[in-house]
């Protein structure tokens, strides 16, 4: 399995280029899950600050499109995870499809947006798993892996893998002159730990790298251990973090004897009315 870290922009047929170099060199390592950054089919949003009248943002792609038809024909016997943004009912999202060369397998919108991102999408409503050629996986789109909610939900609909695409930039404030030093940096990766270990499942972590309009990408692809462990990472540059794991064996160990979602305690997650705002 392999995450990667790349540049995408507005150009489809660029972008398109990119994700066609990168299957090809996933699939000579032998790579049968491939998770691509989020909006990496048109590029992500010039800013965060809602001034949307700068960019008419990235192209909106139907579901059921060309563009991703050309994604389906480029993975074939793999399974390839690619943000898009999606176009349904006049309404956009940020999304994330899952394809092989069979079709689509499964889809996801964000349903987490940060800062003045709602300005540009609508917001999914929902988390789920789904089967693949390469096991159980669950989606989610950046900040939705700053909430455990998100992972959790789908490791309770029996996804063994998570896969989180994302858009992640450096800190806006107190910038680190060092990328690596980035507290948001920093953040990302303690959430994609965190969030492996809580659930004890694999998890991919692909992110867009280098700078678009006032966003410069902390990179970090990385693919976790279901003892949040890091097996293997591209550090703030692009690049493709590649691992092999028997995720059946890898579940099964961690899981052995404490397991996390065997031992929850449901009744017990409760507080007070007026609690949570005292």
Not at 81 to 105: H, I, K, M
Not at 128 to 135: E, S, Y
Not at 183 to 208: C, G, H, I, T
């Amino acid at each position: 399995m392999a995450a990667v870290a790349d540049e995408f922009g507005r150009d489809l047929d660029v972008d398109f280029r990119t994700v066609e170099r990168l299957i090809v060199a996933a699939r000579a390592q032998g790579v049968q899950l491939l998770a691509l950054p989020e909006a990496c089919l048109g590029g992500y949003l010039l800013s965060l600050d809602g001034a949307t009248e700068l960019d008419a943002g990235p192209p909106a792609l139907a579901l059921d499109g060309p563009e991703i038809r050309r994604l389906i024909s480029l993975a074939g016997e793999m399974t390839v995870v690619a943000g898009y943004c999606e176009a349904a009912d006049d309404t956009r999202y940020n999304s994330v499809v899952c394809v092989s060369g069979d079709g689509v397998l499964g889809n996801h919108r964000k349903v987490h947006q940060p800062l003045n991102e709602n300005a540009s999408y609508a917001s999914g409503d929902r988390f789920h798993a789904f089967d693949t050629p390469v096991g159980r996986i669950g989606m989610m789109i950046c900040y939705d892996k700053a909430f455990p909610e998100s992972a959790r939900a789908v490791a309770l609909d029996g996804a063994h893998i998570g896969v989180c695409v994302s858009a992640w930039p450096g800190s806006r404030t107190n910038q680190a002159a060092d990328l690596a030093e980035d507290r948001w940096k920093r953040r990302f990766d303690l959430f994609d730990r965190a969030r492996a270990l809580e659930n004890q499942m694999v998890w991919l972590s692909a992110n867009q790298a280098g700078s678009f309009g006032s966003l410069r990408f902390v990179g970090s692809a990385k693919v976790v251990d279901p003892g949040g462990d890091i097996l293997a990472e591209t550090g703030v540059l692009a690049g493709m973090a590649i691992a092999e794991l028997d995720v059946a064996d890898a579940l099964e160990t961690a899981r052995r004897s404490m397991g996390h979602l065997r031992d929850r305690r449901p009744d017990a997650y409760t507080y007070a009315v007026g609690a949570a705002s005292a």
